[in-house]
């Protein structure tokens, strides 16, 4: 497991070393922590743009970094911008100095400006046309307080301006919390002095734990059936989507251990009773949530000519229900045969994370 190298109030840094492999590649990943696109929809649509035109100004040394076997992404999550690079150790350094002071010194252009903010106008527009988009966007609109859908950022993009996105970034580079992981084939001493060059290039205070990321994501009450139903956007579009989410108990180790397993269980038999059997739609999912409680939810794509929403909830929710009821008359050997599945898909997850 990565190890806390250092750690103060305005950084944390997690490190492993690659000790079994010795392979000449290395992984970091950096969480500027800064919840204020959080506070409004404007708010998150100037971060997202301040992530689109990173990338824009660094498209040269990106191009760069791919030729030389680099890899970076750059994105914005619930803590605030995230930036990976990996790739092979001897030169990751030098690409993650690059995009610190990328960071550190960035501007933009009017054209640039009006261009990226016509993509992401584009792709809000589509995003609520897509019905699958559109239904997860209105569960997480009930599930998160702080969650701001591609409608509500659409309204608000129009109005932006430079001085905008200036303010925000004086904002947010004011106070942060820089945490870090480093793993593969690096030295400690490696790995410190990338967060010391990280501590000095951006200059930033630090964030109190009053203004950290708090998840909040609202607990359903117990035994409660909540309804929310949607127009679709396209009214064009042949497609419903019908989702049932489930919560449980607040999230240990072991129980999202048995949730995650769980859903690995449940996947086969939802797709042939579902799809193949019932034929109530193409697309049939299911998902773990890594919310502070144990949470899941089954998704199926169907079209009201051929099954009514009534239909697809009713059987999904049989299904469910009879899922429980096969548990229950499993024996120790097939339950055994799903747990070494999990482990080797887990394993197989973490060797793909490790070449990337």
Not at 81 to 88: A, D, H, P, R
Not at 148 to 153: L, P
Not at 210 to 239: C, I
Not at 266 to 282: I, N, S, V
Request: charged share 25%; glycine share 4%; with cysteine.
């Amino acid at each position: 497991y990565p190890l806390v190298l250092s750690e103060d109030e305005r950084h944390k840094l997690w490190f492993r070393q690659d000790t079994e492999f010795s392979l000449p590649r290395a992984f970091v990943c950096l969480i500027l922590e800064n919840p204020v696109h959080k506070i409004s929809a404007k708010n998150a649509v100037l971060l997202e743009m301040f992530v689109e035109l990173l990338s824009l100004n660094m498209s040269g040394t990106i191009y760069n970094a791919e030729v030389a076997l680099l890899e970076y992404a750059c994105s914005v999550e619930n803590r605030g911008v995230v930036i990976k690079v990996n790739g092979l150790n001897e030169k990751l350094p030098s690409l993650f100095k690059m995009v610190v002071d990328s960071v550190a010194s960035f501007s933009t252009t009017q054209g640039d400006f009006d261009m990226i903010k016509e993509g992401l106008h584009r792709s809000y527009r589509n995003s609520d046309l897509d019905p699958e988009a559109f239904c997860r966007s209105t569960r997480l609109r009930v599930l998160l307080p702080q969650y701001w859908s591609s409608s509500q950022r659409d309204s608000e993009i129009d109005a932006l301006t430079i001085q905008d996105l200036t303010e925000l970034l004086e904002q947010y580079g004011a106070h942060m919390f820089a945490e870090m992981l480093i793993q593969g084939n690096m030295t400690p001493e490696e790995a410190k002095d990338l967060a010391v060059y990280l501590r000095r290039e951006m200059d930033f205070g630090p964030l109190s734990r009053e203004q950290r990321f708090k998840p909040g994501v609202k607990w359903l009450p117990e035994g409660s059936l909540v309804t929310v139903e949607m127009a679709n956007r396209d009214p064009d579009s042949p497609n419903t989507v019908v989702t049932d989410y489930y919560q449980s108990c607040p999230r240990t180790d072991r129980d999202s251990t048995i949730a995650s397993l769980l859903v690995s269980c449940m996947e086969e038999p939802a797709f042939d009773d579902l799809r193949t059997k019932k034929q109530l739609g193409y697309t049939v999912s299911l998902n773990y949530h890594n919310y502070e409680m144990v949470a899941f939810s089954l998704t199926v794509v169907s079209q009201p000519a051929k099954n009514s929403v009534e239909k697809v909830e009713e059987c999904m929710q049989n299904f469910v229900a009879g899922f429980c009821e096969t548990l229950k008359s499993w024996n120790k050997k097939i339950f055994q045969s799903h747990v070494s599945q999990k482990i080797i898909l887990n394993l197989l997850c973490l060797y793909v994370c490790n070449e990337a």
